[in-house]
């Protein structure tokens, strides 16, 4: 992993600093970018344990599409969401069971370790194809057989977990409870107990302030050393042993660093922090040419992870860290199920500013098989947008106005358009924002580029 030191505005190399003060802060940094996708995977998991009635082996679920209370990174306000937490160590394999598709609902599910390593997709664009599927997660030391009628997964670490999308016909109540319905026969229990399994536990967490946003400072070191505690060594990351123990996280021995290192930490968080935001302004890969849409992240990034990272040549650790930075979840089938794409500079190359207006002309015929939308995320935070009372426009909306030739025409800003309130998306005036335009069920014809996104463009001021 090569050291990004070097590229760091607050250069470390000092008249005042050792070669052993430089060292320990460079692999702090390393430290970051290495264990982003875990830490950004325990803060979801302690967000639950500590502000949720939910626990591990069971189900939360919000039963109304995501507002802004719901604070994870660039989450899906067109619909219901679901999270299972897994652990094998003590209670042994344990099955998620994906009811089939009918009339009522169908799933979108992606299971994922703790270093959100996609293990498997389900429901109706997974592994199961909407046929239902009992995918059931082996402890990493597992040597049993597995029951004929079961897939298994095995992800190298006690915890694992699943995100599960519970598809909405519209945001009507009647439909948003008919998808809740459906999302609540799925099921979650130790393989033990697969003759007669209890009752899966679901706690409705719609109202409660979810905030799992990255935490830029010494606390970051805390969630890397509980996941170093309670997880196995990979193999593959086991040149991360000494670097760590070299800024005081080690295995079976307390994480209880100085005065003096915990400024360090606070330096190094603040240095991958800034390292990772340039990174990302730079951009992933542009996706439609001429415009700014991008690439959901770097092509070696979905490599990486769609050979579980064990490339023989590769281990895009850098991509990964900046990455679960501005996102979570590991999808094993990117492009089958769903696709994404991503906007943070507008027509002109700019910055969106939450207090401008923008437009954006969806062309007819999105070539999809369920539904598209277009969400605003605060550009810092990249979670929704506090304290608006919507943070999307979609498809499967039906407020949404269509012009006559079948294009959508949206806008962003602060405060709408006249007569557009209903393709409005609000926008806090005193901060920066940025764009994910997601596709469920994406066609060739997206994948081709016979159908272009175009730049969203600043509307001059009235």
Same mark, same amino acid.
Request: aromatic share 10%.
């Given at each position: 992993?090569?050291?990004?030191?070097?590229?760091?505005?607050?250069?470390?190399?000092?008249?005042?600093?050792?070669?052993?003060e430089r060292l320990v802060r460079s692999r702090a940094v390393e430290a970051v970018i290495w264990g982003m996708p875990v830490v950004n995977y325990d803060l979801m998991l302690q967000e639950m344990l500590t502000?949720?009635?939910?626990?591990? !082996?069971? =189900?939360?679920?919000?039963?109304?599409?995501?507002?802004?209370?719901? @604070?994870?990174?660039?989450?899906?306000?067109?619909?219901? *969401?679901?999270?299972?937490?897994?652990?094998?160590?003590?209670?042994?394999?344990?099955?998620?069971?994906?009811?089939?598709?009918?009339?009522?609902?169908?799933?979108?599910? &992606?299971?994922? !370790?703790?270093?959100?390593?996609?293990?498997?997709?389900?429901?109706?664009?997974? =592994?199961?194809? #909407?046929?239902?599927?009992?995918?059931?997660?082996?402890?990493?030391? *597992?040597? #049993?057989?597995?029951?004929?009628?079961?897939?298994?997964? @095995?992800?190298?670490?006690?915890?694992?977990?699943?995100?599960?999308?519970?598809?909405?016909?519209?945001?009507?109540?009647?439909? =948003?409870?008919?998808?809740?319905?459906?999302? %609540?026969?799925?099921?979650?229990?130790?393989?033990?107990?697969?003759?007669?399994?209890?009752?899966?536990?679901?706690?409705?967490?719609?109202?409660?302030?979810?905030?799992?946003?990255?935490?830029?400072?010494?606390?970051?070191? =805390?969630?890397?050393?509980?996941?170093?505690?309670?997880?196995?060594?990979? #193999?593959?990351?086991?040149?991360?042993?000494? @670097?760590?123990?070299?800024?005081?996280?080690?295995?079976g021995k307390p994480f209880a660093p100085d005065t003096k290192m915990k400024q360090v930490l606070k330096d190094s968080i603040a240095d991958a922090h800034a390292w990772m935001a340039a990174k990302y302004d730079?951009?992933?890969?542009?996706?439609?040419?001429?415009?700014?849409?991008?690439?959901?992240?770097?092509?070696?990034?979905?490599?990486?992870?769609?050979?579980?990272? /064990?490339?023989? &040549?590769?281990?895009?650790?850098?991509? %990964?860290?900046?990455?679960?930075? *501005?996102?979570?979840?590991?999808?094993?089938?990117?492009?089958? #199920?769903?696709?994404?794409?991503? !906007?943070?500079?507008?027509?002109?190359?700019?910055?969106?500013?939450?207090?401008?207006t923008y437009h954006l002309r969806v062309a007819a015929d999105v070539p999809i098989e369920q539904y598209w939308s277009l969400t605003a995320y605060d550009r810092d935070t990249h979670a929704l947008i506090k304290?608006?009372?919507?943070?999307?426009?979609?498809?499967?909306?039906?407020?949404?106005?269509? !012009?006559?030739?079948?294009?959508?025409?949206?806008?962003?800003?602060?405060?709408?358009?006249?007569?557009?309130?209903?393709?409005?998306?609000?926008?806090?005036?005193?901060?920066?924002?940025?764009?994910?335009? %997601?596709?469920?069920?994406?066609?060739? /014809?997206?994948?081709?580029?016979?159908?272009?996104?175009?730049?969203?463009?600043?509307?001059?001021? @009235?």
């Amino acid at each position: 992993m090569a050291l990004v030191l070097s590229c760091l505005a607050g250069e470390v190399a000092t008249a005042q600093t050792t070669p052993q003060e430089r060292l320990v802060r460079s692999r702090a940094v390393e430290a970051v970018i290495w264990g982003m996708p875990v830490v950004n995977y325990d803060l979801m998991l302690q967000e639950m344990l500590t502000k949720t009635p939910g626990k591990v !082996n069971q =189900v939360i679920y919000w039963g109304k599409p995501l507002d802004w209370k719901n @604070q994870t990174l660039t989450p899906n306000p067109d619909t219901l *969401y679901l999270m299972t937490f897994l652990n094998t160590k003590d209670v042994g394999p344990i099955v998620i069971e994906i009811p089939p598709a009918d009339a009522n609902g169908s799933l979108n599910a &992606n299971i994922v !370790n703790v270093w959100q390593e996609p293990l498997e997709d389900g429901g109706l664009l997974g =592994v199961d194809k #909407g046929a239902g599927v009992k995918l059931v997660m082996l402890p990493p030391d *597992y040597k #049993g057989q597995v029951p004929a009628g079961y897939e298994a997964l @095995q992800p190298n670490t006690w915890g694992s977990y699943a995100l599960i999308r519970s598809n909405l016909r519209s945001h009507a109540e009647a439909d =948003v409870a008919k998808s809740i319905a459906y999302a %609540r026969q799925l099921k979650v229990y130790p393989l033990s107990q697969a003759s007669n399994p209890p009752a899966t536990v679901f706690t409705d967490v719609k109202d409660i302030l979810f905030d799992t946003t990255i935490r830029y400072d010494e606390s970051f070191f =805390v969630n890397l050393d509980r996941m170093v505690q309670s997880e196995p060594w990979l #193999g593959r990351d086991r040149a991360m042993i000494d @670097q760590l123990r070299s800024i005081g996280i080690e295995k079976g021995k307390p994480f209880a660093p100085d005065t003096k290192m915990k400024q360090v930490l606070k330096d190094s968080i603040a240095d991958a922090h800034a390292w990772m935001a340039a990174k990302y302004d730079a951009a992933p890969p542009v996706f439609f040419e001429g415009t700014h849409w991008t690439f959901p992240t770097h092509p070696e990034m979905l490599k990486g992870a769609s050979e579980s990272f /064990e490339g023989a &040549n590769d281990y895009p650790v850098d991509w %990964r860290g900046i990455t679960y930075h *501005y996102a979570y979840i590991g999808i094993k089938r990117l492009g089958a #199920g769903q696709f994404y794409i991503i !906007n943070i500079k507008d027509k002109d190359g700019a910055d969106y500013e939450g207090a401008k207006t923008y437009h954006l002309r969806v062309a007819a015929d999105v070539p999809i098989e369920q539904y598209w939308s277009l969400t605003a995320y605060d550009r810092d935070t990249h979670a929704l947008i506090k304290n608006v009372d919507r943070a999307s426009r979609a498809s499967n909306n039906p407020e949404v106005k269509k !012009n006559a030739d079948g294009t959508v025409d949206l806008y962003l800003g602060a405060r709408p358009p006249a007569g557009q309130e209903s393709n409005w998306i609000p926008t806090d005036p005193a901060r920066k924002f940025e764009l994910m335009f %997601r596709l469920y069920g994406p066609k060739k /014809e997206f994948f081709d580029k016979v159908w272009k996104l175009p730049d969203v463009e600043k509307i001059a001021a @009235q």
